[in-house]
């Protein structure tokens, strides 16, 4: 039956979208065997080859190897995530094993790996263009962090890690989710002081659901403990939901994740050793743009204490309204967010339900589309009646400003049960130009409400600044123009991948974007002048409290993977000695405490790396600031260098070289600092 398995064949459908509607979940376990066994052969084939190595027979012969893989897995894990059913599900559990055993089988092939490090050591002598240089140059490295050039024990060791390491982070993951699932501040009718009528329904909800009707239940789940930490005015209940909810993974029973994180410690440094590094940070940051730990200490020491100066400002507003209140106490960290709360309020009269109306979803993607035609010359014109894999999804043909096409951009905003929850952008199809030029397929995915009845879904500021985020994502995968997919679109380092996608959330806040799009869903008036004002003042509020709990994880996520792991070791007094060193202020916890870690003990993602989103920061703060210095926010000197440089140069160039090619000069971290309303 494989003959008739449609993820086997190229596509014959419009712009090469996969034949979604004669797709089923039976396709894709054959096809997945059958596409990392195409890709074995392709590799026996380079790496056996009687001919001496040379870049097209070896580099660009692996560029061109693994495509009905990287086919197959396009359509898969987009699927997964927006389309999921039991039965993907399961696939998902057993192909993720199977995916990092092949990848493990080709990063180790002993012949493979001696015809790149022979083409590496002779690099300079190939004649090589500047991009296959950098492709040779990420290959080779993805090579050596594998463990290629170890000894037979050695690589049997990095095996063994990798597979402890991926049970054990999978085990903190889950005990995480247990705790904050296991626990239920259950509330009394008299307990309710503060809480919206929005607030009490749902606790309502809760309670009745876990077997306590007539109650009333807070959880740990960010979006209800901290709504009930801004509106609670009882402290003592406050205290006992925050301390819940400080303390998760460090709860003493089966969940408690202090032994897991120091074995995963000693395992990642034992990792990082075999691989001739001093310490697992080395290792970590050793392909990233930062490069080395102590850049990453530098940034974090020039925001940490203006940041510092800010929380303590803001703790002394907070302490003089609770005065003020006569309520006779010292603001402490349970206390941070009701009286931020209410200062905002005071100060700025922001609410919610009166920016709502002005950010109509329709309008906020013609917006975001606007920009790349005043940026970048693109414009987008909808496809009606594609075959796609969900009838709420949008299809839009993307044209350069000589009308060729540059890529198809498909946008799946509402949530539904079968979507993982959060926003992100990924592709159906990369782009390339190594053997004919191929436009890629780009996708965001949003999890927005849709309204009923055909009204016009409205979307909150955060939620409009996330679209923009999303397609800024989405505009580095469709204006890529590489040869080798290697280097392709956000194929960039991680400290890196988040300029294109913050820089991109500056434009929303223009006035000439609010005023054209930001218009009233029953007026269709525009937004008016003193309410923009508003919003461009509060833009500095708490921003003392956000660095200084983000920058706290950020070092002790550095300073774990930077010490020695013994077995003295004690997760709770290393987080408390580390915090003393930069004089952590009692009234803020750190936004992530070590047992609850997830970006960094979940996975190795974020490991070392928590600092990525404050680097690529330095990154967009200066960027944008070289739209104001020139006096236009679209100047188009400055735009055609940023889509030229940024946008689509993917990963053809080292990050700071690329910055450098855009800016003229490295990135000042005094942007970020105005940005976040630190400037002296
Ligand atoms: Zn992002």
Same mark, same amino acid.
């Given at each position: ?17 996969? $034949? ?20 074995? $052969? ?188 801004? =509106? ?174 540059? $890529? ?92 294109? =996608? ?132 679209? $100047? ?45």
């Amino acid at each position: 039956m494989t003959t008739e398995n449609p993820l086997l064949f190229a596509s014959t459908e419009a712009f090469g979208l996969p $034949a979604f509607g004669a797709l089923k979940a039976e396709h894709y376990r054959p096809a997945f065997a059958a596409a990392m066994a195409e890709n074995l $052969a392709e590799i026996a084939c380079i790496a056996d080859d009687p001919a001496p190595p040379d870049f097209e027979n070896t580099i660009a012969a692996l560029e061109r190897s693994g495509r009905l893989l990287a086919r197959v897995g396009g359509v898969f894990w987009n699927l997964a995530a927006t389309d999921t059913t039991p039965e993907l599900q399961e696939i998902e559990r057993d192909i993720s094993g199977a995916l990092a055993r092949h990848e493990n089988e080709i990063l180790l092939n002993a012949a493979l790996f001696s015809r790149v490090d022979a083409l590496h050591a002779r690099r300079d002598a190939l004649a090589l263009t500047e991009e296959q240089a950098r492709v040779l140059e990420l290959t080779h490295k993805r090579f050596l962090r594998a463990g290629a050039e170890l000894d037979e024990t050695a690589k049997r060791r990095m095996a063994e890690i990798s597979e402890r390491l991926a049970n054990l982070t999978t085990s903190f993951a889950q005990n995480v989710l247990a705790d904050e699932a296991d626990y239920l501040l259950l509330l009394e009718e008299s307990d309710l002081d503060g809480l919206s009528e929005d607030f009490r329904a749902s606790a309502a909800q809760v309670a009745q659901e876990r077997g306590a009707p007539g109650k009333y239940g807070v959880t740990l789940a960010r979006s209800s403990v901290e709504i009930f930490l801004q =509106s609670s005015t009882r402290r003592d209940l406050r205290e006992t939901a925050f301390r819940a909810w400080a303390s998760r993974g460090e709860t003493g029973g089966a969940t408690d994740n202090r032994a897991l994180i120091a074995e995963i410690l000693r395992l990642r440094e034992e990792r990082a050793r075999l691989n001739g590094f001093a310490n697992f940070a080395a290792y970590k940051l050793d392909d990233t743009m930062a490069k080395t730990p102590t850049a990453v200490r530098e940034l974090l020491d020039r925001v940490w204490a203006p940041a510092l100066a800010a929380a303590k400002a803001e703790r002394d507003d907070l302490q003089a309204l609770a005065e003020r209140d006569g309520a006779n106490v010292a603001i402490g960290a349970a206390d941070w967010r009701h009286y931020a709360e209410r200062v905002r309020k005071e100060r700025y009269d922001l609410d919610q339900a009166e920016l709502r109306p002005y950010f109509q979803l329709d309008q906020m993607i013609a917006a975001a589309f606007h920009v790349a035609k005043r940026l970048f010359g693109l414009s987008f014109v909808e496809v009606e009646g594609l075959d796609l894999y969900h009838p709420s999804v949008r299809a839009f043909d993307v044209r350069d400003a000589k009308g060729e096409h540059v $890529a198809l951009f498909l946008g799946d905003y509402f949530a539904r049960p079968s979507k993982r929850g959060g926003a992100w952008m990924s592709e159906f199809r990369g782009q390339e130009n190594l053997d004919e030029r191929i436009r890629p397929i780009i996708v965001n995915v949003l999890n927005f409400s849709r309204a009923p009845d055909g009204a016009p879904t409205l979307l909150s500021l955060d939620d409009a600044r996330t679209l923009f985020h999303e397609f800024g994502h989405a505009l580095h995968g469709m204006l890529s123009d590489v040869t080798y997919p290697l280097v392709a679109g956000t194929n960039v380092a991680r400290d890196f991948v988040e300029l294109p =996608s913050q820089l991109y959330e500056h434009w929303l806040l223009e006035p000439e974007i609010l005023r054209g799009f930001a218009r009233h869903a029953e007026t269709g008036a525009p937004m008016p002048e003193e309410l923009l004002e508003r919003i461009q003042k509060s833009r500095h509020f708490n921003q003392g409290f956000a660095s200084v709990e983000f920058c706290a994880s950020a070092y002790v996520d550095l300073d774990l993977h930077e010490s020695a792991i013994d077995e003295s070791f004690n997760a709770l007094r290393f987080e408390r000695e580390s915090l003393a060193r930069i004089s952590m202020p009692e009234e803020i916890i750190m936004r992530h405490r070590t047992p609850h870690f997830t970006h960094v003990f979940a996975g190795d993602g974020y490991s070392a790396g928590y600092y990525s989103y404050l680097w690529a920061e330095t990154l967009d703060a200066d960027a944008y600031e070289a739209f104001l210095e020139a006096g236009d926010p679209f $100047a188009p000197d400055i735009a055609e260098r940023l889509r030229r440089h940024i946008y689509a140069a993917g990963g053809t160039q080292d990050p700071a070289d690329a910055y450098v090619a855009f800016r003229g000069r490295m990135p000042n971290v005094d942007a970020l600092l105005r940005q976040r309303g630190f400037a002296r």
